[in-house]
């Protein structure tokens, strides 16, 4: 395990490892995500208050759940690069914030969706909400802090610490629907049982799209790593003949 | 281990636990104003000053509601916690998920008469999922208040 | 089809197909972002390095060329 992570960290086997997985991870993903949309668009049975409007919860709560599971990657890719000076660390720390970014977007969006009919209104100033907005400046601000900085060591250490520093925001949306009074609802205990709430009927394509949308943001992350390895990395030898293949490729094309 | 690793290691322990401190603070000195809504025990206890504007939730109780003829009208109900009910009297477009037995938050003051004048109303869905079918099954096994 | 009668209930999402279909819309958004922008990213560097490189050739082909000139008025 350790050994695997140590070799990850160097940008040569990173690049040759995600470019031969990622043709499983991409075939994986579709099929996930196409089984778990299709199956919690159309055949799970309309929920008993809300109608069918409860199906956007399906790509709601993977895309919150992955955006505060990309914070928790950010902040310790974070701590890799400020302990260890581990270059790879950085470059996938730069990758997560986009990713992030637009997967907190998306909770957002489909949640402003969601509460025009349920609750009757788009945005309230609850603890769930404002803690998952601020998260989103939290991502906004390390992109812009990053290229605020001419140099990469120096952006890539103020990043650093911008992301440990809001890492504490993260909790504080898992657990602000339980510590305070909130619009928002909390967590679905899921049940196996059918005649119970949250049944399987329902649970179980959202398990699915949820694996999905993870499998997709690994995809997102590699394909951000593998174009910063390829700048970062442009004077080592193996990176030569990777560019010299990929240009050969275009020249045939143009 | 290297200590000048070790020494950034300790760097990045103080950052992480220095904000969370921090935050933890703020948090707790805050702690009553990041609720978005007031219980009506807590109403009951006082907990809010006369006059003000401030939010309730609780859940509508069953058999409390009256409602006008059309839609936008007068709407009347009692909210409730289980332990507190307080008279909540509401002119406008209800949300879809507004109906008795399920939770709900009203922004307004408390008048002369002890009632609660709302103007604006959210329903405040639960966190269950449900086909028909399971309902069914549930009423089967009998409801309970629980908010 | 599954839980709806015809495909155009599908569509009408039982009154929410507003609600529904723009959540999904914006779904649809993130994921050909997150896909297309790194793609594009990509090219855009390898057009550049390409570019670099046949700045580089031109550059050496030239100072050839000037050595030959040179070369042959002194022959």
Redesign the interface.
Known sequence: MWQWLYKLSSPKWFYTISGQLMPWLVALTTFLLGIGLIWGLAFTPPDYQMGENYRIAYIHVPAASIAMGCYYMMAIMAAAFLIWRIKMADMVAKACAPVGMTFTALALFTGSVWGIPTWGTWWIWDARLTSTLIMMFLFIGVMALRSAYDSETAGGKACAVLSLVGVVNVPIIKYSVEWWNTLHQGASSLSLSNTAANPPEIWVPAIFVGFGLFGFYLIAIILRTRNEILIRERKADWVGEVLGAALAINKGKA | MAAPRKQRMAIVGFIVAGSAIAIGLVLFALNEGINFFYTPTEVAQGAVPDGQNFRIGGMVKTGSLRTGELEGTLVEFLATDCAQDIPVSFTGVLPDLFREGQGVVADGYIDSNGIFQASQILAKHDENYMSAESVAAMEASGASCDP | ????DSFSD?LS????AA??W???A??VL??V???L???L??KK???Q??RR?QVQQERVQAQQNRKEMTNGSAT
């Open positions: 089809m599954g839980s709806f599908f999402m039982g009154g929410y609600y529904v723009s959540a999904y914006f779904f993130v994921l972002f997150n896909i922008q790194p793609v990213s990509r560097y390898l057009k390095q390409l490189e």
